[in-house]
Nanobody
Framework: QVQLVESGGGLVQSGGSLRLSCAAS????????MAWYRQAPGNQRDLVAA???????NYADSVKGRFTVSRDNAENTVYLQMNNLKPEDTAVYYC??????????WGQGTQVTVSS
């Protein structure tokens, strides 16, 4: 059974930093591409950052230069380092993995709130 458990969210002032973690179980973590999404109230869930099994990354334009995605295959964990946070980064952040065309998994989400 695949499980993704996020942690590290919280309340931070504008300009501050947070590091999110997503611990995965039930999958051979190292062979899968991982991603972070976020969803603000009233908005759709959007891709924030993606990281392939080979280490290639992709970021939403709004977070480029501020966020960094990384992984520790020994710990089955993917991270999202978020620096210079802005109020518009406020959202629930979700970890995501796709095992196959019909096998997609989401974590429960972690709230990030950035005050101005």
């Amino acid at each position: 059974q695949v499980q993704l458990v996020e942690s590290g969210g919280g309340l931070v002032q504008s300009g501050g930093s947070l590091r999110l973690s997503c611990a995965a179980s039930g999958i051979t973590f190292s062979i899968y591409n991982m991603a972070w999404y976020r969803q603000a109230p009233g908005n759709q869930r959007d891709l924030v950052a993606a990281l392939t099994s080979g280490g290639s990354t992709n970021y939403a334009d709004s977070v480029k230069g501020r966020f960094t995605v990384s992984r520790d295959n020994a710990e089955n964990t993917v991270y999202l380092q978020m620096n210079n946070l802005k109020p518009e980064d406020t959202a629930v952040y979700y970890c995501y993995v796709r095992k196959g065309a019909l096998q997609t998994y989401w974590g429960q989400g972690t709230q990030v709130t950035v005050s101005s």
